[in-house]
């Protein structure tokens, strides 16, 4: 498979419980996103890696959102203590940079949390 | 506060005729824009972008205008198929930075027969 894949797909939590949610860049693919996608809205920004570097996470709601790319490739997304605002959609994206210009970046098909 | 405003949450032509999807910024160090195409249950497509040097950017039945006086732009999809039916999400990026994206709420286009 070629593109951006995340898992699970859906995800039912209760609240206070702690999730982690997986995303598979693009091989290759040097920066990875995490965003946030609530019922109604577009994609909010969450933080971003260059390879295993975090050098943004300015989007993070709270310090329950943690996120992880240890080896510059497979990257986390950990909610801990759920709450039902955190219900949305998490979609993670990568991009390669061509070096100038700016890099499209490919998108998983997210996965949907749900905090009863 | 909403930096990226799409002010029509729907749009709904007839197959054969133009759809103009519109877009407003507020931020003037918005330098490069783009739209994203999402149909349900799947993440958003890249479908076409814009640098703010530009005011035109055009491949296939896609052109997307850009107007920096007016912060400004739009999405023309001319001629509209039902396939192209979907949720349209304009998104910009500042300058310098993380190249997070920026997104608006959408616009649900929907292409009649």
């Known amino acids: 498979g070629a593109g951006v894949s995340q898992s699970p797909r859906y995800k039912v939590a209760k609240r206070g419980q702690d999730v982690a949610l997986r995303c598979d860049p693009i091989?290759?693919?040097?920066?990875l996103f995490w965003y946030q996608q609530a019922l109604g809205q577009g994609p909010e920004f969450l933080t971003y890696?260059?390879?295993?570097?975090?050098?943004?996470k300015s989007g993070l709601p709270s310090d329950r959102f943690f996120a992880e790319r240890p080896e510059g490739s497979v990257s986390t997304l950990k909610i801990q203590r759920t709450q039902q605002e955190d219900s949305a959609v998490y979609l993670c994206?990568?991009?390669?940079?061509?070096?100038?210009?700016?890099?499209?970046?490919?998108f998983g098909p997210g996965t949907r949390l749900t905090v009863l | 506060d909403q930096q990226v405003k799409q002010n029509s949450p729907s749009l709904s032509v007839q197959e054969g005729r133009i759809s103009i999807l519109n877009c407003d910024y507020t931020?003037?160090?918005?330098?490069?824009f783009l739209w994203y195409k999402k149909y349900p249950a799947e993440g958003p497509t890249f479908l076409i972008s814009?640098?703010?040097?530009?005011d035109k950017n055009e491949d296939g039945r896609f052109t997307v205008f850009l107007n920096k006086s007016a912060k400004h732009l739009s999405l023309h999809i001319v001629p509209s198929q039902p396939g192209d039916s979907a949720v349209y999400f304009c998104?910009?990026?500042?300058?310098?930075?993380?190249?997070?994206?920026?997104f608006g709420k959408g616009t649900k286009l929907t292409v009649n027969p």
């Open positions: 931020n003037s160090m918005f330098d490069y």
């Open positions: 994206a990568s991009s390669s940079p061509r070096g100038g210009g700016t890099d499209t970046q490919y």
């Open positions: 890696f260059q390879n295993e570097a975090q050098l943004d």
């Open positions: 091989s290759g693919h040097v920066s």
């Open positions: 814009i640098s703010s040097i530009k």
């Open positions: 998104a910009a990026i500042p300058q310098g930075g993380s190249e997070k994206l920026v």
